[in-house]
Nanobody
Framework: HVQLVESGGGSVQAGESLRLSCTAS????????MAWFRQAQGRERERVAA???????HYLESVQGRFTMSRDFASDTVYLQMNSLKVEGTAVYYC?????????????????WGQGTQVTVS
């Protein structure tokens, strides 16, 4: 089974940046989709960014232009660079994977999840 571990969360002021990391086991050996989700307190979980096997990345409209997802195959790590953070970006951010080459749109289709990392913007 794939294991995912997130890191890089913290507390920042609006307008500042954070870089999240997700280290995954077996990432370099599988044809899988990697994605970032977030869940604010009392709200539904939403997909922030998803990277297909062919490197196409799909972003949540509200983060388009501010967030950048990338993948380092050598280190089995997926990143989410978050610039110009807004208060509404406060949430627990999760790394997730799907066994599909092209990323599903809904969270139910993702097979593996990290434990999450808290991002607080004030």
């Amino acid at each position: 089974h794939v294991q995912l571990v997130e890191s890089g969360g913290g507390s920042v002021q609006a307008g500042e940046s954070l870089r999240l990391s997700c280290t995954a086991s077996d990432l370099t050996y599988s044809h899988i989709c990697m994605a970032w989700f977030r869940q604010a307190q009392g709200r539904e979980r939403e997909r922030v960014a998803a990277r297909d096997y062919d490197a196409e990345i799909h972003y949540l409209e509200s983060v388009q232009g501010r967030f950048t997802m990338s993948r380092d195959f050598a280190s089995d790590t997926v990143y989410l660079q978050m610039n110009s953070l807004k208060v509404e970006g406060t949430a627990v951010y999760y790394c997730a994977s799907s066994n599909k080459d092209y990323c599903p749109s809904e969270e139910k289709s993702y097979n593996y999840w990290g434990q999450g990392t808290q991002v607080t913007v004030s």
